[in-house]
Nanobody, 114 residues
Framework: VQLQASGGGLVQPGGSLSLSCVAS????????MGWYREAPGKQRELVAT???????NYADAVKGRSTISRDNSKNTVSLQMNSLKPEDTAVYYC?????????WGKGTQVTVSS
């Protein structure tokens, strides 16, 4: 299983960023896909995820500013983030869960700074 995340970078406060994750080696349409982040000195935390019934769940910190989406035809899950804040700075990881297994990508760095 490979999860290749992209789209990170340096963005100014108030800016927007779109992250994408392409999955391979997995039955994507049956997988619960999500985004997590890990800031320096902090534990990895949920950002946004699809639930097993296909609905979405967002961390309070990003609710209203972020949108998770998926394209099963392209094995891709995306995260659109708006109104970015310095506290959004972290490495963002794509996660796939299926059949009791959890898979992680390598992550992409998002830095919010002026």
């Amino acid at each position: 299983v490979q999860l290749q995340a992209s789209g990170g970078g340096l963005v100014q406060p108030g800016g927007s960023l779109s992250l994408s994750c392409v999955a391979s080696g997995i039955i994507f349409s049956s997988s619960v896909m999500g985004w997590y982040r890990e800031a320096p000195g902090k534990q990895r935390e949920l950002v946004a995820t699809f639930t097993s019934d296909g609905s979405t769940n967002y961390a309070d910190a990003v609710k209203g500013r972020s949108t998770i989406s998926r394209d099963n035809s392209k094995n891709t899950v995306s995260l659109q983030m708006n109104s970015l804040k310095p506290e959004d700075t972290a490495v963002y990881y794509c996660n796939a869960r299926i059949y009791g297994m959890s898979y992680w990508g390598k992550g992409t760095q998002v830095t919010v700074s002026s």
